[in-house]
C-alpha cells in the first residue's frame, strides 16, 4: 500500500490557485524529489501531505497510522527561548536517552545534546533538525529545501547522510530542492512541478523530458549538465586534480 | 507582622505572578509584546460595559478580553502584520473605553483604579477569582506545554506531529485573556503586559531550558511582589507601580549579570 497518495490535488489561497489537479503517491522505502522553479507549489504539496494545507479540491490519503518525520525548511528559534539539543529533540515525543543519542548518530551529530540550539552552526542545525524528524522511526521523511544556508560542501554531505538514512532505517524519502544535480543523483524517482505535474519519473527520465528542459534549460548551467556531470568524471572539469588524474 | 491587607495583596500578587510566567513567556518567545497591551486595554471597555450593565467586573474585563483575543487571532490569520494589528486594536480598544466610561456619567468610577490597579483593596473573594483564574491557566498551559512549544517553533513541525498549531494558539490566547482579566484589580491595565514580559524576559539570563525560564519567571514574578510591596508600604509609594519597579530593577541587574558572563566566558 501507498504511504501517501495524493488525488486530484487542488490547492488555493485565497484566489491564488497554487497547485491543480496533482496526482502522485510515495510508496514505501523510495526517495522521491520534487523540482520545480519557485512558486511551482512544492512547499504547498508538502502542506498538503502533513495535513497543514487544505485542499480545495481532491484529497490526500495517508495510511493509517503512518509515521512522518518532518525537517523544515526553515526553523528560526528567537534568541529568547533557551532550548538545548536534548531538550529540542524531546520536542513531540517522549524519548529514552539512548533513543536521542542514536538518532543524533544516525544524523551524523552525536557529540552535542548538551550543547544550546542557538550555539549551532547551520549545517549542525540542520542535522539536528534532521535527528529529531528521525526519532519517531517514522516510515515517510520530509525534507523541505532541508539544505538552505548551506555551502555546496555542506549540503552535499547533507544529502549523502540522508541516503545513509534510508539505507539504515529504510523509510521512504520525499523531499523538495533545487540543487538539482546533488539531488537527482540520489532518486529513486523525481517529480517536476509547475503548478502542475510537468514531468515523472526516474532522475534520467526526467532531465531528457522537454517540460523538464524547457523550465531548467539544457545548457551548461543546466541540470542536465550539472547530473551528467555527477555520474561522469571522465573530463578535465574539476577542481580536485587526484580525481581528474583518474 | 504584615496587616491582613498586606498579606491578601501579596497573595494577590504571586497569583498573577504564577500565572503570568509560563503565559509571558510564550509571549516574548513569539514576539507578541503588544498582545498583553492590546487584552489589557479591550478589558477597559469591559470595565465600563460592566459597570452599565452592573456585572461583575471580572466577567465584563474577561468577555471583552476574549472578544478582542479571538478576533486578534483571527485577522492575523487572514494575513495582517502581528505587530500593526496588535497597536490598532490595542489603542482603538483603549479610546472606545475611556469614551465608554465617560457616557456612565450616573456612576462616579474610580478610572485610576482600573488603570493602575489597586492590590492594597483586594479582598477575599478577589483572591479566589485570581488564584481561580491562575490555577487554571497554569493548568491549561502545563498540560498542552509540549504542543504550544513545538507550534510557537514551527507551524509545520507541529501539523507533522499531528496537532493544529492554531487550536494551540486559542488556548495561549484564552490563557491571555484570562489572565488579564484577573489581572486588572492587582497591577491595572497598564501594567498588565509589563508582569506579563519583564519576569520573563528577566529569566531569559537565568534559564538553559524552556521550562527553566517559566519557572524562574514566576520566582521573579514572586520576588517583585514581596519586595515591591514592601516598598510601598515602607515609601508610602503605589503597590502595583513598586511592583513593576522591582521587577524592572531585577530584569536590569540579571541582563547585566548575563553580559559579564557572556564577556567572561
Not at chain 1, 536534548?86 to 529514552?96: N, P
Not at chain 1, 538518532?103 to 544550546?116: K, M
Request: aromatic share 6%.
Amino acid at each position: 500500500m501507498n504511504l501517501v497518495t495524493v488525488e486530484n490535488l487542488t490547492i488555493r489561497y485565497g484566489a491564488n490557485t497554487v497547485l491543480r489537479h496533482v496526482d502522485m503517491a510515495i510508496k514505501p522505502g523510495e526517495i522521491v524529489t520534487i523540482v520545480g522553479p519557485n512558486g511551482s507549489g512544492k512547499t504547498s504539496l508538502l502542506r498538503a501531505i502533513i495535513g497543514a494545507a487544505k485542499p480545495a479540491e481532491g484529497q490526500v490519503i495517508r495510511k493509517p497510522g503512518l509515521r512522518i518525520g518532518y525537517v523544515p525548511q526553515k526553523l528560526h528559534i528567537d534568541p529568547t527561548l533557551p532550548i538545548s539539543v536534548a531538550r529540542f529533540m524531546r520536542l513531540t515525543h517522549r524519548v529514552s536517552p539512548r533513543d536521542c543519542a542514536a538518532a543524533l548518530q544516525t544524523a551524523g551529530v552525536p557529540d552535542l545534546p548538551e550543547r544550546q540550539m542557538s550555539q549551532l552552526s547551520g549545517g549542525q542545525f540542520q542535522r539536528v533538525l534532521l535527528a529529531h524528524a528521525l526519532i519517531n522511526r517514522p516510515d515517510l521523511l520530509l525534507l523541505d529545501e532541508a539544505t538552505q544556508g548551506l555551502d555546496q560542501p555542506g549540503s552535499a554531505a547533507f544529502y549523502r547522510q540522508i541516503e545513509d538514512v534510508r539505507r539504515e532505517t529504510g523509510c521512504a524519502i520525499l523531499m523538495v530542492s533545487h540543487e538539482l544535480h546533488v539531488v537527482m543523483s540520489a532518486s529513486d524517482r523525481v517529480i517536476c512541478l509547475n503548478g502542475h505535474v510537468c514531468c515523472e519519473g526516474s532522475p534520467a527520465v526526467v532531465a531528457s523530458a522537454p517540460e523538464y528542459r524547457a523550465l531548467f534549460g539544457t545548457g551548461t548551467g543546466g541540470a542536465l549538465a550539472l547530473y551528467r556531470h555527477d555520474h561522469d568524471h571522465d573530463h578535465d572539469h574539476c577542481e580536485d586534480p587526484k580525481e581528474a588524474a583518474e | 507582622m504584615l496587616d491582613d491587607f498586606m498579606m491578601r495583596a501579596t497573595l494577590a500578587g504571586i497569583g498573577v505572578a504564577f500565572a503570568a510566567a509560563p503565559l509571558g513567556c510564550f509571549v516574548v518567545w513569539r514576539r507578541m509584546a503588544y498582545f498583553g497591551d492590546a487584552t489589557a486595554h479591550a478589558a477597559i471597555l469591559g470595565v465600563a460595559l460592566s459597570l452599565a450593565f452592573q456585572m461583575s467586573i471580572f466577567a465584563g474585563a474577561l468577555v471583552v478580553a476574549l472578544l478582542m483575543a479571538f478576533a486578534v487571532t483571527l485577522l492575523s490569520q487572514r494575513g495582517y502584520a502581528m505587530d500593526t494589528l496588535l497597536g490598532v486594536m490595542a489603542h482603538s480598544s483603549l479610546a472606545f473605553g475611556l469614551v465608554a466610561v465617560s457616557f456612565l456619567s450616573g456612576i462616579r468610577i474610580d478610572l485610576m483604579a482600573y488603570l493602575f490597579g489597586d492590590i492594597l483593596a483586594v479582598s477575599r473573594s478577589d483572591l479566589l477569582v485570581i488564584w481561580g483564574g491562575a490555577a487554571l491557566v497554569v493548568a491549561l498551559v502545563a498540560w498542552r506545554w509540549s504542543q504550544l512549544l513545538t507550534g510557537t517553533l514551527n507551524e509545520e513541525l507541529a501539523y507533522a506531529s499531528g496537532f493544529d498549531p492554531r487550536r494551540e494558539q486559542l488556548i495561549l490566547t484564552v490563557s491571555l485573556a484570562v489572565t488579564v482579566a484577573v489581572a486588572i484589580k492587582v497591577v491595572g491595565v497598564l501594567l498588565i503586559a509589563a508582569m506579563l514580559i519583564i519576569p520573563a524576559a528577566a529569566a531569559r539570563s537565568l534559564a538553559r531550558s524552556p521550562e527553566s525560564m517559566a519557572v524562574s519567571a514566576a520566582a521573579i514574578g514572586t520576588v517583585a511582589t514581596v519586595v515591591g510591596l514592601r516598598a510601598a508600604y515602607i515609601l508610602d509609594t503605589p503597590a502595583g507601580p513598586s511592583i513593576v519597579c522591582v521587577a524592572a530593577i531585577i530584569f536590569a541587574g540579571l541582563s547585566l549579570f548575563g553580559l559579564s558572563a557572556q564577556r567572561r566566558t
